[in-house]
């Protein structure tokens, strides 16, 4: 398969976490320049870098902080400065909220980082991508938007907006060469995720049980759907949301 990413450019957010690291890793061995951006976690995204450096890939890595929107332009100038004008962009970067029931007092930061600021991003990209013709923008949400669970109300509402800002703007700038989808991951294997308080072994155990497919995502499994959507293999697909779940939103 073709994917047409040899000498573009991508910006993954969040790159310093598992599904990040990942969709990273996958773009760069398809020959793109990528980008990796960090908030709190400078080491685990040069990680990232020197992995891709020494598998022969061009990366680089930048800090951004989606809380503060001064800083978005900035960063798009920046990657354009050190590889060029961004021609995919990978929104997975992501602020987890406490899970229990008592979130209302965080949903504003949590729209604000989980929505606005890569939205806020995104509209920074867009110039360029609609300069060049093409474009390709994926969304990582979760699952949870599909199937809500007790607690995380903030983050469920954020990532919902940020569904629905992903697929207006896939009708807004398809007439650009610009392609945009969401993907969303059921329970992934991550790090943090498998910290979390609904999670460990014993959960991830059972919901293998109940998944069709017999086991949970895993951030290769994010990744290779990322890097379809973000390629010129993707001709067509504009507006979607991917379930990543192996089925398990099928069975109640």
């Keep these: 398969m073709e994917t047409g990413l040899l000498n573009k450019v991508a910006l993954v957010t969040g790159a310093s976490g598992a599904i990040g690291r990942a969709a990273a ?5 398809e020959g793109a320049a990528v980008a990796v951006s960090w908030h709190t976690n400078r080491a685990a995204a040069m990680e990232v870098v020197d992995a891709i450096a020494q598998a022969g890939g061009d990366a680089c890595a930048v800090r951004l902080d989606h809380g503060d929107l001064a800083t978005v332009q900035s960063v798009v100038e920046e990657v354009a400065m050190r590889l060029g004008p961004i021609s995919v962009l990978i929104a997975n970067a992501v602020q987890w909220p406490a ?4 979130e209302i007092g965080g949903l504003t930061t949590s729209l604000a980082v989980n929505t606005v600021g890569p939205v ?7 110039p360029a991508m609609r300069a060049a013709g093409w474009g390709r923008i994926v969304a990582v949400s979760t699952d949870i938007v599909e199937q809500p669970m007790a607690g995380p109300l903030a983050y469920a509402t954020a990532k919902g907006a940020l569904e629905t800002a992903a697929r207006v703007l896939a009708v807004r700038e398809a007439r650009h060469g610009i392609l945009t989808n969401v993907v969303r991951p059921g329970f992934t294997l991550t790090e943090k995720a498998l910290n979390a308080p609904f999670l460990g072994p014993e959960a991830v155990a059972a919901e293998s049980e109940k998944t069709p497919t017999g086991r949970i995502c895993t951030p290769d499994d994010v990744a290779t759907a990322i890097t379809y959507l973000a390629s010129a293999a993707n001709g067509h697909v504009n507006g979607q949301i991917l379930s990543l779940a192996g089925g398990r939103e099928l069975v109640r």
């Excluded at 890793?25 to 061995?29: E, K, M, N, Q, Y």
């Excluded at 806020?120 to 867009?126: E, G, N, R």
Aim: proline content about 0%; glycine content about 0%; charged content about 25%.
């Design 25 to 29: 890793r996958h773009l760069a061995a």
């Design 99 to 102: 899970f229990d029931a008592e």
């Design 120 to 126: 806020a991003l995104i509209d920074a990209a867009l």
